[in-house]
């Protein structure tokens, strides 16, 4: 956050700990237990790919154990205002990832392991862009990506419960169920460990059923209570034909991460106006990192939890100080054989279940953020087509069957046909979309008159209502008797605002302040000895 931003953040009332906060010894241990039962779940995403890659019972238990270390070290990095975005963003394993990871699989984990340390490194060159190509990756495409990924997450889960017969099939719908009907109707801790509650369920439903490993669940209670995981294989393996599915993957990791800051900052000011870029920025390095380790040390891609940015918001605990707490769980379970046995004998019927509710709660999530674009024919046009796209691929239509053999590997996933598709088309109705107007700032006028007739433009332009207000509060700040023309410029990402004015000391030093915190970038540059532009630009 910029010095202007923290001088001028203002800490919501219903925060019990904010970010800056220290809780209590007991409190600070118990919210940290809290959060590794919300993304604990989500380890099932490992178990599923080891599974898938031919992986032994045994090792897929060790990967579980690096799975977690790695977690608790992108944890402690990302809540480091050093070295991440400085908030409480927990870590978890990607159900973005794995599409892209099954399919690799089917070469053996070293290849899902070196195609994973690819994903992550291209994560970290995106991070180092982010500012100049962020205007092709709009809102309603960062939409589209998250509501894909719940739906093949659905569809992978939903195969992994047929895989069973009518045991299967039972057990998979009582994980499912329970874990909805908590999420519905439980309160309090009924509500908040709802998905655990529902693997619990189904897990002990699926050993009654005789569908678990029964030796590896005995062994579970039988070992010691702590040992240090086995060593990874440290085996990579490489194929062209996966790169393009896990770069799609990691942009589209890249834009939940952009999404869990956002979300952070917003959390913790209740003054807050704009996302942070350079946050951001160290978020998705660091998330870049943490799938680089992962895929190094046997693992899958990670991601940011916002799961947990939901649950520190619901408890009013944000404090960073709660990730290092989180991060000491993680590695105390992480050298617990007896956790990572009963993770590894778990029916695959339960796994299903669980990611078909995790694939809910995706999908929902990518229709809220698809709620708050501001919708027209084109955007609409960016989305539907692709997501056409996307459906017809999973349902193998007969089109696709048509494609060379040669691109088929590159266009398995649906993820990475509405992401290619959807850049496409949003390229192609981007032509022709800039806009541009001069305004003459007459001094007969005031400046309520001015700015009504820029409003009455960017309603016409269809410009995002938060980006209207903070071009508002910018003119209120800066239109005077000394300017005398404005323009507008509007490429339907990014707005530009130019006001000519009379060059002088006082207007340098004291007009600009609130133009600088509402604004993405800012800039003055002299015209002549006493004329002088002020350049804004806002992200919508």
Known sequence: MSEVGKLLARRPRGLLYAVDDIPRPFSLAALGLQHFFVIAPNLTIVL???????????????????????????????????????????SCNSGIYVSASLAAAAGGLPLVCGMTMLAGLSQIFFSSILVRIRRFFPTEIVALSVIIVGLELGGIGLRRVSTSGSEGLVVGVVTFFVSVALGVYGRGGWRLYSALIGIVSGYVLGVQ?????????SQSFAGPLFALPGLPSFAFDFDSAYILPFAIAAMAASMKTMGAVVMSSQINDETWVRPDIHLIKKGIAVDGFSTV???????????????SVGVSQATGATSRVIGFSLSAWMVLFAL????????????????????????????????QILSKVNMDMRRAGVIAFPLILAIAAAANAPPFSLLPQDMKPLLF???????????VVNAFFSIGMARKAIFALHPSRTPQEHIASVRKTLDEWGVAPNVKGRVMLT??????????????????????????RQATLAVATSNSFF????GDRFGRSRVSGQTETVSVHYEQ
Request: glycine residues 10%; neutral net charge; proline residues 2%.
């Open 209 to 217: 059923a005789g569908l678990a490993d029964v030796r590896l669940v």
């Open 475 to 500: 003119l209120c700040e800066l239109i005077d008797d000394k300017c005398s023309s404005l323009k507008l410029r509007f490429n339907g990402y990014t707005l530009s605002l130019d006001i000519v």
């Open 413 to 423: 996933s649906a993820l990475t046909i509405a992401v290619l598709s959807a850049l």
């Open 336 to 367: 617990s054989p007896e956790c990572t046995r009963l993770f590894v004998a778990m029916p695959d019927a339960v796994v299903g279940g669980s990611l078909v509710f995790v694939a809910s709660i995706v999908t929902v999530n990518g229709l």
């Open 48 to 90: 599923l790919i080891g599974r898938a890659a031919g992986s032994s019972p045994e090792m897929i238990a060790s990967q579980l154990s690096w799975a977690l270390i790695v977690l608790a070290i992108a944890t402690t990095i990302q809540c480091s205002l050093r070295t991440g975005s400085g908030f409480f963003i927990a």
């Open 515 to 518: 133009a600088h915190r509402v």
């Open 293 to 307: 380790l992962s895929g190094f040390l046997g693992g899958v891609g990670t991601n940011s939890a916002t799961s």
